[in-house]
């Protein structure tokens, strides 16, 4: 069965210090892997692909098939990234979009 | 374009009652999933709506029904309410034939007492 393992429940980070947010998944076929972003308040909304290998609001995320993880990167953190984040998972040879999401990391940005 | 929204915002019910939710597709998407938030965890898959159909469900019991309409809306219907339902239902959409992410709505809080 799919897992995605977010390991940090909780991570803070100053302002202007790089931010890595950790993302372990375990499935033997071939995944599709993306990062949600939850502000305050706001609904859940899709911030990275990695199928789309681009960069989102300075985020940056790499697929390493080899470690299976997809972390979360930004070498400069911004008060306005504080919010929750979720990896999660989509597996590419069944017929739907079922999403697995990991548990979320809570990212606070210290002024 | 209008985005997913959902009604109604929040819910009280008691416990063996019946709930429905509603969930409104984003402008051009076809397909609607429904998923369970609880505190403090990630959103669980219920079940996605395709034409209609169920088409794909994750490990909730039947009591948890769904159905989507032609305008591509959609409904979560759940009978014999238990405490452990009580949790953020989450309304999905994305556009079948292009994989390009889903998009979520607000969500319903659902508390059972």
């Known amino acids: 069965a799919q897992r995605v393992t977010q390991p940090e429940k909780l991570l803070s980070v100053f302002k202007g210090a790089p931010v890595e947010l950790k993302c372990n998944y375990s499935?033997?076929?071939?995944?599709?892997l993306f990062w949600y972003v939850q502000y305050s308040r706001q609904r859940l909304q899709l911030l990275l692909r990695h199928i789309s290998r681009e960069s989102i609001k300075g985020f940056t995320a790499d697929l390493n098939k080899g470690e299976t993880s997809f972390h979360l990167k930004k070498p400069f953190a911004q008060e306005e990234d504080s919010a929750m984040y979720y990896c999660a998972l989509r597996m590419t040879n069944f017929g739907n979009e079922k999403l697995t999401f990991g548990t979320g990391t809570r990212l606070t940005i210290i002024p | 374009e209008t985005g997913v929204t959902q009604s109604p915002t929040h819910l009280i019910k008691t416990r063996g009652q019946q709930v429905t939710l509603r969930c409104s597709s984003q402008?051009?998407?076809?397909?609607v999933s429904w998923y369970q938030q609880a505190l403090g965890q990630g959103p669980q898959f219920i079940f996605q709506y395709y034409r209609e159909e169920e088409n794909g469900r994750g490990n909730f019991p039947p009591r948890f029904s769904g159905l989507q309409f032609p305008n591509y809306s959609s409904e979560l219907n759940v009978n014999a309410l238990e405490l452990d339902d009580s949790a953020l239902y989450l309304c999905?959409?994305?556009?079948?034939?292009?994989?390009?992410?889903?998009?979520f709505g607000p969500g319903t809080r659902l508390t059972v007492t």
């Open positions: 402008s051009g998407h076809n397909t």
């Open positions: 499935y033997s076929g071939s995944p599709e």
């Open positions: 999905a959409t994305s556009r079948w034939e292009r994989a390009s992410g889903q998009y």
